[in-house]
């Protein structure tokens, strides 16, 4: 099955600062590579996805890129706010729709 | 619009005993399922079901069971309760397409401890 690293496992940030969430993935076969935020006591959100034939996605201050031959994918975060702090999570799937997900990466955005 | 509750919201439970997770949706999503988060393993899905109906195993099904009567209820069972289900359990749903996206929308989660 798909097998989805994430690193790093925490990040701490100076307000106004980027942030870089990098993962991996194994299955040449995923298409598909959403990131999630999730807030404290909530459930994980979509906040950007990008499919295998695009290399990179934004939206406004996040951002997305792919690289299908290194088989990685990174979140970027730029100009961060204290709004920001939040675990995020990556994720890939494949033909049979699942999603395999990443452990998740502890943001803390310091003001 | 509500999209997707489950019940409840958190629950303390005795080993052995027998438990129901609810999950509802009402986006009409063909698909939906059930995840159990722990710390530092992220997202592991349990089960799946990809329409009314059907089922499926996930990544660690083992001492749960779910059914698909309808559109909108994807119930989660735990048979007889151990101390290792004590997890967050998240229920989600999607609209899978042929073109491979696969947005899933997420509950707000059920936090199960077993004593």
């Known amino acids: 099955g798909e097998n989805v690293e994430q690193h790093p496992s925490t990040l701490s940030v100076q307000e106004g600062d980027s942030a870089v969430i990098k993962c991996t993935y194994s299955?040449?076969?995923?298409?598909?590579f959403p990131w999630y935020k999730q807030e404290l006591g909530k459930g994980p959100q979509l906040i950007i996805d990008?499919?295998?034939?695009?290399g990179e996605k934004k939206d406004q201050r996040i951002a997305v890129t792919l690289n299908k031959t290194a088989k990685h994918f990174s979140l970027h975060i730029t100009e961060t706010q204290p709004e920001d702090s939040a675990v995020y999570f990556c994720?890939?799937?494949?033909?049979?729709?699942?999603?395999?997900f990443g452990a998740g990466t502890t943001v803390t955005v310091r003001a | 619009i509500a999209g997707i509750t489950q019940a409840p919201t958190s629950q303390i439970l005795a080993a052995g005993r027998r438990m129901t997770l609810r999950c509802t949706q009402d986006?009409?999503?063909?698909?939906m399922y059930w995840y159990r988060q722990d710390l530092g393993l992220g997202l592991r899905l349990i089960h799946y079901?990809?329409?009314?109906?059907?089922?499926g195993k996930g990544e660690v099904p083992d001492g749960y069971s779910v059914s698909r009567a309808n559109t909108d209820d994807f119930p989660l069972t735990l048979a007889s309760a151990v101390p290792s289900q004590t997890s967050v359990y998240f229920c989600?749903?999607?609209?899978?397409?042929?073109?491979?996206?696969?947005?899933?929308?997420f509950g707000p989660g059920t936090r199960l401890t077993v004593l």
């Open positions: 989600a749903s999607s609209q899978q397409r042929t073109s491979g996206m696969n947005e899933q929308f």
């Open positions: 299955d040449s076969a995923s298409n598909y």
């Open positions: 079901s990809n329409t009314a109906g059907t089922t």
């Open positions: 990008i499919r295998s034939n695009v």
């Open positions: 986006m009409r999503h063909n698909a």
């Open positions: 994720a890939a799937c494949s033909n049979d729709y699942k999603l395999s």
